[in-house]
């Protein structure tokens, strides 16, 4: 079955960087372009990133453009985010998703001084 498992969140002061990791199994993972969400407390699950199945074509909302990386080791069946120049804002539960329909548990990631 397909199970994906997030890492690498914490809690870092504004203008750090974390990155973080999605490993991936129970599927074909170079076969299918996957995408990073976020979650904070009281609001919608948002879109961050995206990465083809290559990962040569990405795609990022203006929100995290610029400052976000997503990226991907086909051979590990892993999935990146680097986050640099972090904002309070970008605090939320962060999720690696396959289709729009699985998702990974989450990892915390809390940007406070």
């Known amino acids: 079955q397909v199970q994906l498992v997030e890492s690498g969140g914490g809690l870092v002061q504004p203008g750090g960087s974390l990155r973080l990791s999605c490993v991936a199994s129970?599927?074909?993972?170079?076969?299918?372009?996957m995408r990073w969400y976020r979650q904070a407390p009281g609001k919608e699950r948002e879109l961050v990133a995206f990465?083809?199945?290559?990962?040569?074509?990405?795609n990022y909302p203006d929100s995290v453009k610029g400052r976000f990386t997503i990226s991907r080791d086909n051979a590990k069946s892993t999935l990146y985010l680097q986050m640099n120049s972090l904002k309070p804002e970008d605090t939320a539960v962060y999720y690696c998703?396959?289709?729009?329909?699985?998702w990974g548990p989450g990892t915390q990631v809390t940007i406070s001084s």
């Open positions: 998703n396959l289709r729009e329909e699985y």
């Open positions: 129970g599927f074909t993972f170079s076969n299918y372009p």
């Open positions: 990465i083809s199945s290559t990962g040569g074509s990405t």
